[in-house]
């Protein structure tokens, strides 16, 4: 990773870019699913095939995913898994006559393929089952097929939505091997997806605690101009996470594009970065437009500008991207009408101790000072007196070199500046 730290110093007042240079990889044939922080750049990679369907784990949430990720190889044709519908509601009496594929949407972790088959004018039916407003459970309806790596195929039903448990059934297509399973969502608190493997039988915590991008491969709908229709097709791309925002910048210097005309620009699809940032050129190989930006948004507001530089293929399965962090959104206006003129400094910071100047315009309070890591975790905290006019408050600094929020808080409102230690 390289790191490129700019301060600019005008009136008193700090401002810190950093530029971050990252190179996720999903592994040479894309063997690899992996998640991306944007914070710290951290990277946690699984093998594709370590699962086949996945749960979102979500308070009130139901969606249902099958695993459409698909490595290259150059000597042999990879199995994959494809999840199949057909009209019997019987378990015992399922077969795979007259039964039709189906594709995740990519769209919302709140909605996989298990859920592509919902009758749009019933609102209580979720796909693979329906949702009663009385018990607030939902009771399988289908039954579906699933084709998995190694050949064979499983029937599988999800029986229920409990008390934040999925319970579902699945065995061989003649009835042998018939097993339940039970997924609680408790056990994967602050998770997107439980993730389930046939082959081990087991419920797997693949996420790590933070990430906000996925490097992965799934089927997508693109137009094929001998059928004259769209079918799907299997892309390498990126994915994000729940509460991750993204806005496109298309035809922009990526130097001065300014995240401030994109505010109304940023949207929740989780394939809105997806897979044509790049395209492929059989005479120069892999190529990706100069002119494109993309600024992301993280559940906590922080925006981060982000562009994609290099893509090594399938050889490696290696995304470059510059990252860098551009700001915090909080409730600006009325920040502006309680405070102005913040400065932070030291920045870098490699004293005791960092000073906070800002004139208070509103009468006498108190505040909140915290210092928060690149995790997310909460260092330090102190209540703190302030006073209309001016005010330099100091925060003892006591911790290991890197990157950190400083947080400022009055009442229900809230300032952070990015710091660096030293």
Request: aromatic share 14%; proline share 4%; charged share 20%.
């Amino acid at each position: 990773m390289k790191n490129l730290l700019l301060m600019i110093f005008s009136f008193g007042t700090v401002t810190l870019l950093s530029q971050n240079i990252y190179t996720p990889s999903q592994g040479p044939g894309y063997s690899l699913q992996t998640y991306f922080s944007l914070r710290d750049g951290a990277t946690t990679s699984i093998p594709y095939a370590d699962w086949d369907i996945a749960f979102d784990v979500s308070p009130g949430g139901s969606g249902i995913f099958v695993n459409e990720s698909v490595g290259i190889s150059f000597t042999e044709e990879l199995d994959e898994v494809a999840l199949y519908y057909s009209s019997v509601a019987d378990f015992a009496d399922a077969d795979t006559t007259q039964m039709q594929r189906i594709y995740n949407q990519e769209a919302s972790w709140q909605r996989g393929a298990f859920n592509e088959m919902a009758n749009p004018d019933n609102p209580f039916d979720l796909g693979w089952g329906e949702y009663s407003p009385v018990t607030h459970t939902v009771s399988g309806s289908r039954v579906f097929f699933l084709h998995l790596r190694d050949g064979s195929y499983k029937k599988v039903m999800i029986q229920s939505l409990a008390g934040g448990a999925y319970t579902f059934r699945y065995a061989n297509l003649d009835g042998t091997q018939d097993t339940s399973q039970v997924v609680h969502k408790s056990d994967f608190t602050g998770k997107t997806l439980a993730y389930f493997s046939f082959a081990s039988g087991q419920t797997i915590d693949a996420e790590p605690e933070k990430w906000d991008l996925l490097f992965t491969r799934y089927a997508t709908p693109l137009y094929d101009e001998d059928l004259q229709a769209f079918i799907p097709y299997m892309v390498a791309g990126v994915l994000q996470n729940t509460g991750v925002e993204v806005a496109r910048a298309v035809q922009v210097d990526p130097a001065t594009v300014d995240y401030n005309d994109y505010l109304n620009a940023f949207q929740d699809s989780l394939n809105t970065i997806g897979y044509d940032w790049k395209r492929f050129d059989f005479q120069a190989g892999w190529q990706i437009p100069t002119d494109l930006v993309y600024f992301v948004k993280t559940p906590d507001g922080s925006i981060w500008k982000t562009q994609f530089l290099d893509f090594e293929g399938s050889s490696t399965g290696t995304s470059t991207m510059e990252v860098s962090y551009e700001t915090i959104l909080t409730s600006t206006e009325a920040i502006h009408r309680s405070v102005s003129g913040l400065s932070v400094y030291p920045n870098p910071v490699s004293q005791e101790q960092i000073n906070i100047a800002f004139e208070l315009q509103s009468e006498e309070g108190w505040a909140e000072l915290s210092l928060i890591n690149t995790l997310g975790q909460q260092l330090l905290r102190r209540p703190v007196d302030i006073t209309r006019g001016l005010n330099v408050l100091q925060l003892p600094i006591e911790v290991e070199a890197g990157l950190y929020y400083l947080n400022l808080r009055i009442g229900d409102e809230l300032i952070s500046q990015l710091i660096i230690v030293e």
